[in-house]
């Protein structure tokens, strides 16, 4: 086996996922155990989507877990930059080598154009996908809209018969028909790459020897196979993991569970206990051990041993497992040292102390009033949210809007916070303290606590979008059918 170089590439469009920490844990593994690299490259070709604070967010967590890199942001190696965005002459010059060698086309069919086909496609009920419009293009036409300035975008050319075959290191043998296969927009009418272009370039420019990733990538791997063969490039092994799932046996998701690596941090669930908890996720040691260090996880590593049956991610075994490792793995003195600098980690503090400064008689009053700052799960009931103009209903469809509102935020910041609040109580034609009477209730467990704006910015987003889901699971939940109604309902709000 030549060197073996593996790689994480998240999208810093989002919170840091638990899925990316589990992602880049297997990588990790895989690579050292070979005594290989690892790299992190941050894929940021979404330039609307992608923010600093993402990718500092998801840099961050991977750090407080221990999943340190070889290669990468603040680890420049031999192969950077370790950016999309800092790339663009290295795609630029590879998608002209497509187009010479035809493997490419531009595409300048419009967005209209591109909207009728895929409802007439839907009519249809037929295959969704580019119908090849623009092949027929000669390069003198061509040249005469480019001429024009008129947008357009570069896809690839796909075979018109046939399938595509490869080799899982996990599931072995997989074949997909090329008429499944889309062809795929490699550059955007912006002149970024999509995820796929850039993708395949990056990791063949960085000797990427192994693909490890989630296995919604199997039915885009003939798209990349299929770029490797039009650069005349020897492709990596790849291997697909399976997902992560909630304990419904959903795709685990945000909706249904904490997803953020933040929230578990903020909860204070110790990085150790949850990287060993992410291990578990469909691997187990040789010895059958449930707990383990990531050293001896790498030290055994073996990736044949990954189970294809989707891991549940289940919060209660997560629990009983970080608790032993409080108990087994913590002196007293380091219990101490470690609980002091989760709950009084002094930029919490400063934010905490002018709301409870002005309400207390008392220090003893502080853990009455603030209490809920470093609590878990607060101990509420439908009868909590008890009000004189607001019925149990209406206080889960404020929680709701409030949570789908903070969900969509760019920036959590006092300002945006207070004029979505503001705007969604003139909606409900509710007076503002009778609006947030139920999010006082779903953040603090009282009625009446520190403002409601304050307690969101302190709490994190991770934590009060967590209460809130629990608050409305209080309330009775919502199902799908009043989600449906709801979300239409919220779109013309």
Not at 24 to 41: D, I, M, S
Not at 188 to 196: A, C
Not at 354 to 382: H, Y
Request: aromatic fraction near 10%; include cysteine.
């Amino acid at each position: 086996m030549n060197k073996v170089r593996t790689r994480i590439a998240p999208s810093p469009t989002g919170d840091p996922h638990v899925g990316t920490a589990y992602i880049a844990l297997f990588n990790r593994c895989f690579a050292h155990q070979h005594g290989g690299e690892f790299v992190l490259r941050i894929e940021d070709t979404d330039q609307q989507r992608s923010t600093d604070k993402s990718e500092q967010d998801i840099l961050s967590s991977l750090k407080w877990l221990g999943l340190t890199w070889d290669e990468g942001p603040g680890c420049e190696g031999d192969f950077g930059p370790y950016r999309q965005s800092e790339r663009s002459d290295i795609y630029s010059d590879h998608i002209q080598q497509l187009l010479e060698n035809g493997s490419a086309f531009r595409c300048f069919c419009t967005p209209e154009r591109l909207d009728e086909l895929r409802a007439q496609q839907m009519q249809d009920k037929s295959q969704p996908g580019y119908d090849g419009h623009c092949l027929s293009l000669s390069q003198s036409e061509c040249e005469n809209k480019c001429a024009a300035d008129e947008p357009h975008v570069i896809r690839m050319k796909i075979p018109g018969s046939g399938e595509c075959e490869f080799e899982d290191m996990l599931r072995g043998g997989v074949s997909i028909a090329w008429s499944q296969i889309d062809m795929q927009v490699l550059i955007k009418s912006d002149g970024m790459p999509t995820y796929h272009f850039a993708n395949v370039v990056d990791d063949h420019l960085m000797e990427i020897s192994h693909v490890i990733r989630g296995e919604e990538w199997i039915n885009s791997t003939p798209k990349h196979i299929l770029l490797y063969q039009h650069f005349g490039w020897e492709a990596p092994a790849f291997c697909h993991m399976p997902l992560l799932r909630n304990p419904d046996k959903s795709k685990l998701s945000k909706r249904k569970n904490p997803t953020s690596i933040r929230y578990y941090e903020a909860m204070g669930y110790l990085p150790e206990a949850l990287l060993n908890y992410l291990g578990m996720m469909g691997w187990t040691m040789p010895s059958g051990e449930e707990k383990f260090s990531l050293s001896e996880m790498e030290a055994s590593f073996d990736i044949s041993r990954v189970s294809l049956g989707g891991p549940i991610f289940d919060i209660e075994k997560l629990d009983w497992l970080n608790g032993k490792y409080i108990r087994e793995e913590l002196t007293d003195e380091e219990f101490t040292k470690r609980f002091a600098a989760w709950a009084f980690a002094p930029e919490k503090v400063a934010q905490i102390v002018p709301l409870l400064k002005q309400r207390v008689e008392r220090f003893s009053d502080v853990a009455s009033l603030g209490g809920f700052f470093i609590d878990g799960s607060l101990e509420i009931s439908e009868a909590s949210f008890a009000h004189k103009t607001i019925d149990s209903a209406q206080s889960a469809k404020i929680l709701q809007f409030t949570l789908w509102k903070l969900e969509a935020l760019e920036q959590l910041d006092r300002d945006a916070v207070e004029v979505e609040l503001h705007a969604l109580a003139a909606k409900f034609e509710l007076k503002i303290r009778d609006f947030l009477f139920p999010l006082f209730v779903a953040l603090s467990g009282k009625a009446v606590s520190t403002s409601v704006i304050e307690s969101i910015l302190i709490l994190g987003i991770d934590i009060a979008r967590a209460r809130i889901r629990q608050a409305i699971l209080v309330l009775g939940g919502i199902s799908k059918k009043q989600a449906k109604a709801l979300e239409k309902e919220f779109c013309n709000f």
